[in-house]
């Protein structure tokens, strides 16, 4: 916990995972061929991982169409300005898989074993997300959330990461996350935004028109944009 109480940094979230889930993230049945060499890599992912994330209560402040402050730090982006209308509070946060788990994963030489470690770092991230995500539920019951992530639309760019890390205080850097010249968070595996309550939903992907995404969670739809005009 951070000296500021309404700071939360959880820096030794155990890497939980089934390991049917694994093989099925890793696109292996169990007992196939090669199974049990990807469940060896995760074991050992496992005693390494401590993901990692923190998060943050802020207050919203509408300032204009495009701009909302939280906790008088200014952000540009139609979409979250609607997104955060009405809303008192909203949740900035980071999630890692762990800067533990991205240097076990640059010792594998193997091109597979390469392949595997990516996939076990995105479980890993996921995991980090749902651990955070529980424990702002525990603390502050916010009913269903929805989550905007800088980057994830054109309407909110990259570039608005450092204003969204300074909202931490140096906590992030607890976090091991750091950002690269380009606004890029490293460990790759690592997810930053801000988490809202809305009772409508939200998920940036029915904004996004992006083909052939793997992350895909929503269909695309040409229209939702039109809410935000
Ligand atoms: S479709 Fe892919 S790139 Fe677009 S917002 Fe969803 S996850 Fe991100």
Redesign the pocket.
Known sequence: MSSDESIVILDAIPFDVDEGDALAALHLEPGAAFSDEALDLLHEAISVARPKGVYRLSAVETIDDHTTALDGVRFTSRILRVNLEGVSRAFPFVATCGVELEEWSHSKADVMQRFWADGIKELALRCAITVLGNHLTGRYQPGTRAAMNPG??ADWPLSEQPRLFSLFGGAVERTGVRLSESFLMIPVKSVSGVWFETDSGFV??QL?P?ED?P???TPYDPHALENYA
Do not use: E, G, I
């Open positions: 994830s639309l940036n992907c996004c992006r995404c992350n895909r969670r």
